[in-house]
């Protein structure tokens, strides 16, 4: 079991920058692929970035490569989503989510999720 507490979000104008934060706590996140979903309003919730269990493999959606980094510091729990080049649509509620699985990009592999982050990018 862990639990997730994201932070850092806020509003932003385009081309501007935040770095979201994602607390764990109970086991340790080291065990688990820790990934960044987002949800805008009346649309499902979309996969953006992942980091792997072990060997910390990478993986971005296209919309995001190049603009946002993902990372972990596992001595403090906690994963990092630095967004640069922020765009309008990037405007969603940003959720930290972890798996059991080495990684993934899909939703449902995982079962424990934050309770999300609005992040607001004004054009």
């Known amino acids: 079991q862990v639990q997730l507490v994201e932070s850092g979000g806020g509003l932003v104008q385009a081309g501007g920058s935040l770095r979201l934060s994602c607390a764990a706590s109970g086991r340790t996140s080291s065990l688990y692929a820790m990934g960044w979903f987002r949800q805008a309003p009346g649309k499902e919730r979309e996969f953006v970035a992942v980091?792997?269990?072990?060997?910390?493999?990478?993986r971005y959606s296209d919309s995001v490569k190049g603009r946002f980094t993902i990372s972990r510091d596992n001595a403090k729990n906690t994963v990092y989503l630095q967004m640069n080049s922020l765009k309008p649509e990037d405007t969603a509620v940003y959720y930290c989510?972890?798996?059991?699985?080495?990684?993934?990009?899909?939703?449902?592999?995982?079962?424990?999720w934050g309770q999300g982050t609005q992040v607001t990018v004004s054009s």
């Open positions: 980091i792997s269990r072990g060997d910390g493999s990478i």
């Open positions: 989510a972890a798996s059991a699985k080495w990684i993934s990009t899909m939703k449902d592999d995982f079962g424990f």
